[in-house]
């Protein structure tokens, strides 16, 4: 009996076995069958170009995402744009991406255009208008530095019509000047020297190919809009909430690095000028100021450039008197008006007899409105108090003159600025590149322009040149600027 069983067991066992693999060799059949005929009659090509056609069209409906956020994009930039918020350019360009010219600032890597009242960029569709070139354009770099374009030309094919733009050269004295009678005289455009003598011992040749290739090429070079100023990471700089900020007529300030770190000057509205250095160590930390921006060479400022800015200037009705007197245009001792920010203050002792030797610096503090900051250790202490510019005074007891002058930070009066320039005139002598000999004397003098806040601004005006100093002199008379030569 078990055995039946046990054969029977073995039998359905087979038989299912076999049934399966039988179905299994009829579905394969069948199924190539269905696939064939699937094939042959376009259901796999159909099926596959619907796979095809709903991947093309999710690319285009991407193209026309991207399409649209670029739109858009475009649209938003040029609303900021028209209201002055430029992005900063990764390379050098033009507003619209055309050939610089002088109507056309080319702005390096780094900068971006600013709008004042009067030099309005636009939207970058099309160039600046020439009279917003002719306002003083403005550019502004990430740490806050701003500088204006000078438009000038090197050969005549440059010059662009209907434009006075000055050429970029030297001037040259109409008579007078060449001569040791020519101190402090004016020539007969009303342009003066100091301590110049004659013409010809004087040489600007340093920057003068650089400056000359880059206008030549790019129609204009850029000026620093302010007096150079103390970099905040410099120890000497006068910190308002310090209780004596430090400022001293010894070598401290007259250094180009400090701790292996080399010191750049700023070019921004509401710091103290670096003065109290040389002419030497000046044009050294022009040049550290944007020495790794392979778009722009920086260099202290050359008598061609001052030169070029002035007759700039003098081709506008408007600011033509300021070249050659600058009279309450400017900080001078003869300036009268209010003003209530940051300052410092020279106090000075003078021997009265006449003919004497001035005495030195005698004393200084700084202030920010009626907050005084340091000491004043002058013997009339009186003489050092009251408002600005109206403090700028002259008083004498029975031995000394006693005088106080102030000297005001970076861009802080709008009626000391020519198309957005500020303070070319007074504040502060400026150093630039020039040097000279004096004919006889075996020693290097640089030549310093403009006037500053202890002269007068008639005979001391925005052109002035005075070679009184050695290059090496660090004077609180002497500050500097600094000029962008685009490369």
Known sequence: MKKQRKARIRQEGGITLMALIITIIVLIILAAITIGTAYTSGIIQMGTQGAKDYASSALKENEILNETTAYVEDVVKNIK????DWEYFEKKDTVNGAK????NPTIPAGFRPINTDKANWGDGEQAPSAEAVNNGLVIEDRDGNQFVWVPCYVEESQKIDETNYPKYEQYT???GQDTDEGINTPDSNGWR????RQYKDWTDDETKGYGEVSVKQYGGFWIGRYEAGIPENASFYPKPEEENPIYTRDAQRNVTNEKGVDLKPVSKAGYFSWNLISQENAKEVSKNMYKENSDVDSYLIDSYAWDTVMKWFGSSADTEEY?????????YKDTTGAYNGRYAEHGFSYPKAEGADNGSLTAL???RGATTYGEANITLAEVLSGGLFGGNVTLKDENHTFVRRIETPTGANDNFAVKNIYDMAGNMY????ETGNHGSVDKTFAVGRGGDCTTSGNETSACMRSGQYESSTAGYRYGFRVVLYVK
Do not use: H, I
């Open 430 to 433: 400026e150093w630039t590149t």
């Open 100 to 103: 610089g010219d002088s109507n």
């Open 365 to 367: 503090k700084y202030q």
């Open 193 to 196: 020297t100091f301590y110049y």
């Open 323 to 331: 070249v050659t007197n600058s009279t309450g245009k400017g900080n």
């Open 173 to 175: 004295y109409t008579g």
């Open 81 to 84: 744009r028209r209201l002055g």
